[in-house]
Each structure stands twice: as structure tokens, then as C-alpha cells.
């Protein structure tokens, strides 16, 4: 009986509390967060993979196709795994993109970026454990950042010789840029979207396209949340403060932020807002032929053609004198 009184009440103690971590892990910002994290990961180990595979393999594993592959197809399972539940950014430039344009509130900034650096963190000590043997074994037991064997690589971007750091600010900021342009097209729902259910994959192409198209200049980090964090982790882990040399470090944060910022302006002034004055001017020829069938029903009401005063305008006659703002459906909403 004593026993059965013990386990009543731990059983009494411990069910409030799942309840309560329940309810937490229920909370928007809270699944947003996890959401973040979780496709940040899975795009990462994908993406790290593939270039540990090209850096270790002596090109009998991996190559540079391979690594653009891994990234591509890696960012299409983080899209499945968070689409519908936080948009799966997996991209601090993204979802800075998103606020500075109010599609998303500042609110939720921190806590996507906070999930998308934990989760490329924790893959980047994934890929170092899996790959451990292989690194030591590649490199002769010493963690560098140049050299033939240098394995640093693996994990952040560094630029090659023939770059410069502004060259490669421009290529970063262009290639975000166009990363951003074409998600917004993706994703417009008023222009001509992915088809339902083909939104993961084709992004994930358009990961492939820029990268064996432009990547070579700079390894197309596009991404602070993609570069970051896994350099932070080599710089714990034994490659040192090598990993922060030529200054490189902070282009891959601070250029995708601005190229993103650009992409989503260039959208909509060439797309977006050129189809709204189309909008306005069917909004006004409603209002015309509403106010006339009107004035035919009812005689003593004034016609559209009729001067109006502004002492006795109707509402017919503020839609047409004032501007009509967008409706909240006017511009495309970007998911992923």
C-alpha cells in the first residue's frame, strides 16, 4: 500500500509539470524558436557534410557540385522541417529582411537568429565529431587554417588569394541579394508562385543555381547564421584565432544583411508596386459605375461627373480624391 501511495503521488508531482513544459513548448515563440533551430541543424549537417566529403575525400567523396547538392537539398528538408511553423528562415539575413519590411515584427528577431546560430553551432560539433578521425587524419593531427591542409574550410568561409575583402563584400551582398529576389517571387502569391507543395524544392535549386553558378568567388556564405557560428565553434575547438584573420570574418554577417535588405526593395519596386496603381484604378472604376447605377436608382443623388464640394463630398468622392491604402494582402507574404 505504501508503495502504491509513493507512486500516486509522484505520479501527482510530475504530471502538473509535464503540463507545464507542455504549455511552454506550445507558446508561438517558443515553437518558432525550436522551429529555427531544428531546420538550422538539419540544413548545416547537410551542408557541412558535403564539404568535409570534398576537403577530406581527395575528391573521391565530395566535390564542389557535391557541396552546392548538400547545402541545396539540405535547405529543402529544413523548409519541410519548419515551413509551416516558423517559415524555416534558416537565414538571419532573411528574416532581417522580413522585419526591416514589415512582413514579420523586430520582436521575433532575436529569436529566430538566437535558434538559427544554436542550431549551425550544434551541427558544426556534430561534423567535428563524425569527421574527427578524418581531420586528424588529413591534416596530420594539427587544426589549421591554410595550407594544403587546412581544414577550417570545412566549417566557414575564407576568401581565396585573388579576392579582395571589398570584392568579396560586393559578391556576398549580390549574391544575397538575388538570393532574396527570387524567394520573394517564390513565394508571391499574387505573381506567379511555386506550385503547392514544391516550395522546399524549389529553393533548395535556387541554393544549387547560386552556388555552381557564383560561389566560387567566396564560397557563397549568403547566410550569417551559415558562417558564424560553425567559425566561432573551429575557434573553440583548436583552429584558434586564425579563424578570425584578414578581417574576413565580419563580411559574411554584415554583407547578405544589406544584399537581402536590397533584393526584397528591388522586388517590390519592380514587381510589387507597378501591379498596385493597376489595383487603384479598378478600385476607381468600381466606385464609378457603383455611384452611377445609384444616381440612375435615385435621381436627386449627385453624379460622378458632378463637381462636389468639399463641404458635401460623399464617400464616393473621398475614394476617388484620396489615395486607397493596400489592402494587407497586397503584398506577398514570404513563408520561407
Known amino acids: 500500500m505504501a508503495h502504491a501511495g509513493r507512486q500516486k503521488s509522484s505520479k501527482m508531482v510530475s504530471w502538473p509539470g509535464s503540463r507545464r513544459i507542455q504549455a511552454t513548448l506550445q507558446k508561438e515563440m517558443v515553437r518558432e524558436f525550436l522551429a529555427e533551430f531544428m531546420s538550422t541543424y538539419v540544413m548545416m549537417v547537410f551542408g557541412l557534410g558535403a564539404v568535409a566529403h570534398m576537403v577530406l575525400g581527395n575528391d573521391i567523396y565530395g566535390s564542389y557540385l557535391g557541396v552546392n547538392l548538400g547545402f541545396g537539398f539540405g535547405v529543402t528538408m529544413g523548409v519541410h522541417m519548419a515551413g509551416n511553423i516558423s517559415g524555416a528562415h534558416m537565414n538571419a539575413a532573411v528574416t532581417f529582411a522580413s522585419c526591416a519590411l514589415g512582413?514579420?515584427?523586430?520582436?521575433?528577431?532575436?529569436?529566430?537568429?538566437?535558434?538559427?546560430?544554436?542550431?549551425?553551432?550544434?551541427?558544426?560539433?556534430?561534423?567535428?565529431?563524425?569527421?574527427?578521425?578524418?581531420?586528424?587524419?588529413?591534416?596530420?593531427?594539427?587544426?589549421?587554417?591554410?595550407?594544403?591542409?587546412?581544414?577550417?574550410?570545412?566549417?566557414?568561409?575564407?576568401?581565396?588569394?585573388?579576392?579582395?575583402?571589398?570584392?568579396?563584400?560586393?559578391?556576398?551582398?549580390?549574391?544575397?541579394?538575388?538570393?532574396?529576389?527570387?524567394?520573394?517571387?517564390?513565394?508571391?502569391?499574387?505573381?506567379?508562385?511555386?506550385?503547392?507543395?514544391?516550395?522546399?524544392?524549389?529553393?533548395?535549386?535556387?541554393?544549387?543555381?547560386?552556388?555552381?553558378?557564383?560561389?566560387?568567388?567566396?564560397?557563397?556564405?549568403?547566410?550569417?547564421?551559415?558562417?558564424?557560428?560553425?567559425?566561432?565553434?573551429?575557434?573553440?575547438?583548436?583552429?584558434?584565432?586564425?579563424?578570425?584573420?584578414?578581417?574576413?570574418?565580419?563580411?559574411?554577417?554584415?554583407?547578405?544583411?544589406?544584399?537581402?535588405?536590397?533584393?526584397?526593395i528591388i522586388y517590390l519596386v519592380f514587381i510589387v508596386i507597378p501591379r498596385n496603381p493597376q489595383r487603384l484604378e479598378n478600385s476607381m472604376v468600381g466606385e464609378d459605375n457603383r455611384i452611377t447605377v445609384l444616381s440612375k436608382a435615385n435621381p436627386g443623388m449627385p453624379s460622378p461627373l458632378t463637381p462636389v464640394s468639399a463641404t458635401s463630398a460623399t464617400p464616393a468622392g473621398l475614394a476617388l480624391t484620396q489615395p486607397i491604402p493596400p489592402s494587407s494582402g497586397s503584398m506577398p507574404i514570404e513563408h520561407f
Open 103 to 264: 512582413r514579420m515584427p523586430w520582436k521575433k528577431f532575436p529569436v529566430y537568429v538566437l535558434g538559427q546560430f544554436l542550431g549551425s553551432f550544434v551541427a558544426s560539433a556534430t561534423i567535428y565529431g563524425l569527421f574527427y578521425m578524418a581531420i586528424l587524419h588529413f591534416s596530420g593531427g594539427q587544426l589549421t587554417v591554410t595550407g594544403r591542409t587546412a581544414t577550417a574550410g570545412i566549417f566557414a568561409t575564407y576568401l581565396p588569394d585573388y579576392m579582395t575583402l571589398w570584392w568579396g563584400f560586393l559578391n556576398e551582398m549580390l549574391l544575397t541579394g538575388m538570393l532574396q529576389l527570387c524567394l520573394f517571387a517564390i513565394t508571391d502569391k499574387k505573381n506567379n508562385p511555386a506550385l503547392q507543395g514544391t516550395q522546399a524544392l524549389v529553393i533548395g535549386i535556387l541554393i544549387v543555381i547560386i552556388g555552381v553558378s557564383l560561389g566560387m568567388n567566396t564560397g557563397y556564405a549568403i547566410n550569417p547564421s551559415r558562417d558564424l557560428p560553425p567559425r566561432l565553434f573551429t575557434f573553440i575547438a583548436g583552429w584558434g584565432k586564425e579563424v578570425f584573420r584578414d578581417n574576413w570574418w565580419w563580411v559574411p554577417v554584415v554583407a547578405p544583411l544589406v544584399g537581402a535588405y536590397l533584393g526584397g
